[in-house]
């Protein structure tokens, strides 16, 4: 029998006061499958806009979503908020959300399925793969995700379709028991590495739908994160570090 009662959703927030009610609002009406509970952790790595005031006033007027909002003194990288937020969550399983709006919630019960079922300990949502909407926008950017996927796999052995996408979730014990280090994007190389390396772990993918931005509507991510990811891909994939 799954244990599955919570699912403690993961939100690095950085400047995102003009979505982060529009994603809360998706949380707060997410019904998930078996009554599956929600905790949602919220961590502000030090946002110059109103990020944090929006989420205390949702989070007041909405006091039964239980929302629990961590700050970050000083601005450390999407990778170290991710790292706060797991560290304090307590549900069975852990799954990672931007605080903007490319990622539709209501997939996560795409994710749930196959722990449901039996088979999966850690599931991640494919862009790339299924009958899903797909925003149409940079040709190189998907270049760089195929190619970062394929030297992902190429060290650690496996076959996924979209090594760097968000949708990754975890079951608690094995997310919390990763050393993990990076703290900026290089979260996702760093940590596909890893719980690859974890004996035993079933690891699925499903596909999922993708709402990209652009940068006038607030992307963050670069060229120069790129190279990172693929220095955290060899560093960790194939040195093992």
């Known amino acids: 029998m799954v244990k599955f009662d919570t699912l403690s959703i993961v939100i690095p927030v950085y400047n995102e006061a003009r979505t982060i009610h529009q994603i809360l609002d998706l949380l707060r009406e997410l019904e998930l499958v078996n009554n599956i509970g929600k905790e949602i952790i919220l961590v502000n790595d030090c946002s110059t806009d109103a990020s944090a005031d929006t989420i205390r006033a949702y989070a007041a007027r909405y006091p039964e979503m239980g929302l629990r909002l961590l700050e970050h003194p000083v601005n450390k990288g999407k990778g170290a908020a991710l790292h706060t937020g797991i560290r304090e969550a307590t549900g069975d399983y852990v799954i990672i959300q931007d605080a903007d709006l490319e990622y539709d919630p209501e997939e996560y019960n795409l994710l749930i399925r196959p722990v449901l079922k039996g088979f999966a300990d850690v599931v991640f949502g494919s862009r790339f793969m299924g009958g899903n ?69 079933r690891i699925y993918e499903v596909g999922i739908s993708y709402y990209g931005r652009t940068y006038a509507e607030g992307k963050k991510i670069g060229w120069r994160d790129g190279f990172r990811a693929i220095y955290c891909i060899l560093k960790y994939g194939l040195l093992g570090a």
């Open 133 to 201: 909407p797909h925003r149409v926008l940079f040709f190189w950017h998907s270049i760089g995700n195929a190619w970062l996927t394929f030297l992902s796999n190429m060290c650690t052995d496996l076959n996924l379709t979209d090594m760097e996408t968000c949708y990754k979730m975890f079951r608690r014990d094995i997310i919390q028991g990763l050393k993990l280090e990076e703290n900026r994007f290089g979260f996702e190389p760093e940590v596909t590495a890893k719980v690859a390396r974890v004996p035993d772990a």
